[in-house]
Nanobody, 114 residues
Framework: QVQLVESGGGLVQPGGSLRLSCAAS????????MGWYRQAPGKQRELVAD???????NYADSMKGRFTISRDNAKNTVYLQMNSLKPEDTAVYYC????????WGQGTQVTVSS
């Protein structure tokens, strides 16, 4: 079956960095358009960044310049490097296999607090 397993979340101080990983299995990863979403308490889930199977990236405006999405097809893994973290980045971060078939990971908590 398809599994997307996120890791790398945790507690970090404002201005700090984290790298999230999402290991995929059960899909032909190299074919997939992948993304990261997040959901803060009381808010809707929102796109953070996505990357096509060809490596073209896209970011939400508030993440541009701070976050970097990348992928390693040999490891079936997509990453999200997050720098200059702010308290408003606190959320559950979800890995998403966007296309050709949509799948979600279980999420990993990121808390930015002093």
């Amino acid at each position: 079956q398809v599994q997307l397993v996120e890791s790398g979340g945790g507690l970090v101080q404002p201005g700090g960095s984290l790298r999230l990983s999402c290991a995929a299995s059960g899909i032909t990863f190299s074919m997939y358009h992948m993304g990261w979403y997040r959901q803060a308490p009381g808010k809707q889930r929102e796109l953070v960044a996505d990357i096509t199977n060809g490596g073209v990236t896209n970011y939400a405006d508030s993440m541009k310049g701070r976050f970097t999405i990348s992928r390693d097809n040999a490891k079936n893994t997509v990453y999200l490097q997050m720098n200059s973290l702010k308290p408003e980045d606190t959320a559950v971060y979800y890995c998403n296999a966007i296309w050709p078939t949509n799948y979600w990971g279980q999420g990993t908590q990121v808390t930015v607090s002093s």
